[in-house]
């Protein structure tokens, strides 16, 4: 079998995300990727046409409370403290263009 990657594609993708690797780096780089991808083609190999699709190895259930209606604070009491109110409603500056 081939190497999954060999020095001048390391070289390559050196070059165009436009790092500067020193010769021990691209060997380094080289043996590490190499390694990798030799990883990902033993997963690749693996026969899963049995396995059932999962989004998540563990059967998680949603873990947050109920939801239910509680006093809170009074909507004219909190809207007369702010700085601008407008339609019952905060009033704040456009993210652009708009000065406070």
Do not use: W, Y
């Not at 049995?50 to 947050?64: K, Q």
């Amino acid at each position: 079998m081939a190497d999954p990657i060999s020095r001048a594609d390391v070289e390559h993708v050196a070059k165009l995300s436009r790092l500067a690797l020193t010769e021990d780096e691209v060997e380094h780089l080289t043996r590490e990727l190499a390694g990798i991808l030799g990883h990902a083609a033993d997963i690749e190999a693996l026969d899963l046409d049995d396995v059932p699709a999962t989004a998540h190895p563990l059967p998680l259930v949603n873990v947050l409370r109920e939801d239910e209606v509680r006093p809170s604070l009074d909507r004219a009491e909190v809207l007369a403290q702010a700085p601008l109110a407008e339609d019952d409603r905060f009033r704040v500056p456009r993210i652009l263009g708009e000065a406070p």
